[in-house]
């Protein structure tokens, strides 16, 4: 490998040797920054071609040319372009002289020798002038008038561009020539802008106002053309003699037009761009330069045109063969440097071939032992890798596996919860067991407090796995507030607290999920009373602390928390080390996240005790991707009385015969002591049959009951697939199904409705509202019932026909062909439903009220009533087309059911 570089260090010196002895000659080490003022295109491509020609006589040096396009900032930029690039000498040819004073200034201070061209700026601090001296151009005019002056004249001048220097100095000098002449006016004056468009509507103003003059004196040849233009319109060119500056060589400028008597003469105007290099070249070279190099001018009319035009048109030639010249060197610059290249490419291609002869000796030497150790390491690397992927998926296992667990546990706990909590409210409610009165209460604290743990755990789990959902509702958070204080009310008069709530804006309303809140808020003040000493002090304040937040303060004077643990005690399982009562550790966790799914914020400061501090933002636009309630609700669900209504136990023998006016339930529990406890507290009501869940769809079934309970958790099937069973089943499926259950989340629930349950309620669970909740569903069986006994037929969509109104139809349609049939039976009519005869009975029962046989006989009677009125069969025919075997009999029952005899009905 020390060889391979040091091959390859070789060839690298060489190609870098090579590249000095055949490049350096051609290198450029200086760079010139050339800002242009806008012009003619003439007189710019004029100019360019001056400096590029005369710049490439330097080999060493490069030219940079940018064009302002007549804007001042433009220029500006330019400059300060330049300066950063670091260039060696800057050219500047200003558009306006004050403007760009600061900036060469800049360049100046940079270090940047800085040569003016063609126009001045304000200020000396500049290395260099160039340009032809404006004043003696503007004298040059001024003489030429005065030496074709026969008598007097009058004159209009045409400026150029007001605040540049050339423009100032060209009036200066033409004004000193013609002042001492009395006979001479200037009668108007035309400020343009160096455009012939400029000075077109002001000379034409100007002409209708004043009498014509003898002589037009234009700033530079583009206006002078634009005055000739005006001129010819009003058919004065032959009488108005025009003098321009500038005598550029070409078709549309100064010395064409003076040839074809459109100016009578023309000042020439050098460009300078061959000087403008040589100075630079000077000031490079370490040569001193003049502050001020004036470029010599002459007067060009008829008398002297065609030697100029000569002259222009040989130093163009010249120009030409310069560049030509210039065209080959370069070509035979290039062809050196391919052919320089290739030599270079070639030596590269042999060392590099060396260098691979020799790389490939060594690799032979050394790659059996690389391949060796590639062997070693890559057997290395499956095994770790092995192992680590064991170790993960173990990991993975065990930490799903103690997750599950502590949701399990969790879960089992509130079966047995249920059954304590039930039972104290039974004992706290008996008179007769006074003495019993501490102990319930040890009981119901105990079995609280293992209650809300449990809850933290679940609280906790969610939190982890991101499974909560907020549902923000519209709360006065005064009252909200208040009604968490009077659950602990009570205990502060117990322990002699000083316990306040105060409140700025009493009716400030937020939005809140009220569940979250009540955790938040009942945490909180749990600590404060936990913490918080005999004679202490605990207050809550309710401050409007912006336009944008509401602040809630739960300030104590207990033992408070060390300063330095503030931000700690909210980690998951953290306590304060000076707390030395026993706790989960997951309460303030709990209660940041839930402060934090608000988007609030809660910090804790201690001194003299502990002060919890919740931000809560107002309106609701930080919930705008949630669903929001709107709906005022006064009451909370408090976290310290989930047991909440009592309940007027009755000891009644478990075991009691059925009753004909009540509603059947079956139970389907596993838990033995939960499902006696229901029947026992539901024998008053209904007749309550149980199962453990083995046999829950064949007692379903055989007793076809009124209403099911069912828990989920159960042996051989859960209660989703009974409760699906079921409700797929034309037997039961009529029957409400109401599901009871340990799980509380949400995935729990909607599982179980598109099962098909009708209630979903969790446990521990309140009696009274279970109680409720069974009422409710039968009584909305009942509406079902009336519905399908007077609406059945009314309904035409099969977006609403249900598995009950299929049954029905295909009932009624059964019932119809089989009308004219004496001996149709319900016997005939179950074995077409394919049903045993006691579950059709009971079916029919549940939905219509009716026994079967009286339903068939009711479809009987309606047809034949319809018969009656609107066809012209006797009643015996109707009689016995409505499966009536004697006319008698049909009258009979025609008249219990309507009241009036079937002739009295056809009269």
């Given amino acids: 490998m020390k060889l391979i570089l040091k091959t390859t260090f070789y060839i690298f010196m060489i190609l870098i040797f090579l590249n000095s002895c055949t490049s350096g000659e051609f290198q450029q080490n200086y760079k010139i920054g050339f800002s242009q003022a806008m012009t003619t295109d003439n007189w710019r491509r004029e100019m360019n071609r001056a400096m590029e020609i005369e710049v490439s006589m330097y080999p060493d040096i490069g030219l940079e040319i940018r064009d302002s396009e007549n804007n001042i900032q433009l220029q500006i930029s330019q400059i300060e372009k330049f300066i950063e690039e670091g260039v060696n000498v800057l050219i500047v040819s200003p558009i306006q002289s004050i403007p760009l004073t ?43 008038i005065i030496s074709h002056l026969k008598d007097s004249a009058n004159i209009l001048e045409i400026k150029g561009l007001e605040g540049s220097s050339p423009a100032y100095e060209r009036s200066q000098g033409f004004n000193e020539v013609l002042r001492p002449f009395n006979n001479i006016r200037i009668i108007g004056i035309v400020n343009g802008d160096w455009e012939k468009t400029s000075v077109k509507t002001q000379l034409n103003n100007l002409l209708d106002s004043i009498v014509p003059p003898n002589y037009i004196f234009a700033h530079n040849d583009r206006m002078a053309l634009g ?14 003699k025009i003098i321009g500056v500038d005598g550029l060589f070409g078709p549309n400028e100064g010395i064409q037009f003076v040839k074809d008597n459109l100016l009578a003469a023309t000042i020439l105007y050098p460009t300078g761009g061959t000087e403008a290099i040589k100075l630079a070249r000077q000031i490079l070279d370490g040569k001193s330069v003049s502050k001020t190099n004036i470029l010599s001018t002459v007067v060009i009319d008829s008398v002297n045109v065609d030697i100029m035009q000569n002259q222009f048109d040989k130093m163009n030639q010249q120009q030409n063969d310069i560049e030509q010249q210039q065209a080959i060197v370069r070509n035979q610059i290039k062809t050196f440097k391919n052919q320089n290249n290739l030599i270079k490419v ?3 291609l042999l060392m590099l071939l060396l260098s691979l002869a020799i790389y490939s000796i060594y690799s032979v030497i050394i790659i059996k032992k690389s391949k060796r150790k590639l062997e070693l390491n890559n057997q290395k690397i499956t095994i770790q890798r092995n192992q680590i992927e064991n170790f993960a998926q173990k990991l993975k296992i065990s930490n799903e596996y103690k997750i599950n667990f502590f949701t399990a546990l969790s879960h089992e706990f509130k079966t047995p919860l249920t059954l304590i909590t039930s039972s104290i409210e039974s004992i706290a409610n008996n008179r007769n067991l006074k003495d019993f009165s501490f102990e319930t209460k040890l009981i119901s604290n105990n079995s609280k407090r293992l209650l809300r743990l449990i809850n933290e755990l679940l609280d ?34 117990k322990k002699s607290i000083e316990f306040e709530l105060r409140a700025v804006n009493p009716e400030l309303e937020i939005y809140i999920d009220r569940n979250m809140m009540d955790k938040v808020f009942f945490n909180l003040l749990s600590n404060a009373f936990k913490f918080t000493p005999n004679n202490g002090k605990i207050s809550i304040l309710i401050e409007d602390a912006s336009i944008e937040k509401v602040k809630v303060i739960i300030k104590d004077s207990g033992i408070g928390i060390p300063r330095e643990e503030n931000e700690k005690v909210f980690e998951p399982f953290i306590q304060a ?10 309460g303030l966790f709990i209660t940041k996240q839930f402060v934090e799914l608000h988007m609030g914020e809660i910090s804790v400061t201690s001194k003299q005790g502990s002060e919890f501090s919740i931000s809560l933002l107002k309106g609701k636009n930080h919930f705008k991707d949630l669903s929001i309630s709107e709906k005022m609700q006064d009451l909370h669900v408090s976290a310290s009385n989930h047991i909440i209504p009592d309940i007027d136990m009755q000891v009644d023998e478990l075991m009691c015969a059925e009753r004909e006016d009540a509603e059947t339930i079956l139970i389907i529990e596993d838990n033995d002591d939960l499902a006696l406890l229901l029947k026992r507290k539901l024998n008053n009501d209904f007749n309550v049959h149980i199962s453990d869940g083995t046999d829950g769809i064949e007692k379903a079934l055989e007793i076809i009951p009124d209403i099911i309970i069912c828990d989920i958790n159960l042996p051989e099937k859960s209660g989703f697939e009974i409760c699906t069973e079921l409700k797929a089943d034309l037997r039961t499926s009529h029957i409400p199904t109401l599901i009871l259950t340990a799980l509380s989340d949400e995935e729990s629930r909607i599982i179980a409705l598109k099962a098909g349950a009708d209630s979903f309620m969790t446990k521990p669970f309140n009696f009274e509202v279970l109680k409720q909740s069974l009422i409710s569903l039968l009584y909305n069986r009942e509406k079902l019932r009336y519905y399908y006994t007077n609406k059945i037929d009314q309904v035409k969509d099969e977006k609403f026909n249900n598995s009950e109104q299929v049954f029905l139809k295909k009932l009624n349609a059964i019932i119809a062909d089989n009308l004219k049939n004496p001996d149709f039976s319900v016997e005939e009519l179950a074995h077409q439903l394919n049903i045993s005869r006691v579950q059709l009975y009971r079916k029919v029962k549940a939905l219509i009220g009716l026994s079967i046989s009286e339903y068939i006989n009711s479809q009987r009677l309606s047809k034949a009533k319809s018969l009656l009125q609107d066809s012209t069969l006797n009643i015996s025919e109707i009689a016995y087309s409505v ?24 009269i």
């Fill in 102 to 144: 600061p900036v060469i200034e800049k360049a100046m201070n940079a270090g940047i020798p800085t040569i003016i061209i063609d126009r001045k700026i304000s200020g000396s601090n500049f290395t260099a002038y160039l340009g032809a001296n404006n004043i003696e151009i503007g004298k040059n005019a001024g003489r030429y």
């Fill in 227 to 240: 005055a000739w233009e005006v001129l010819k319109s009003r058919s004065l060119e032959d009488q108005i």
């Fill in 346 to 348: 070639m030596t590269f």
């Fill in 460 to 493: 906790f789990r969610k939190l982890e796995s991101n499974s909560f959902q907020i549902k923000p509702v519209r709360t006065n958070l005064h009252r909200f507030i208040e009604s968490i204080y009077k659950d602990f009310k009570t205990e502060a008069i």
């Fill in 577 to 586: 080390t000076n707390n030395i009562k026993s706790s989960s550790g997951l």
């Fill in 883 to 906: 499966g009536y075997s004697s006319p008698g009999y049909f009258s009979t029952s025609f008249k219990n059911k309507y009241g009036i005899s079937p002739k009295s009905f056809k």
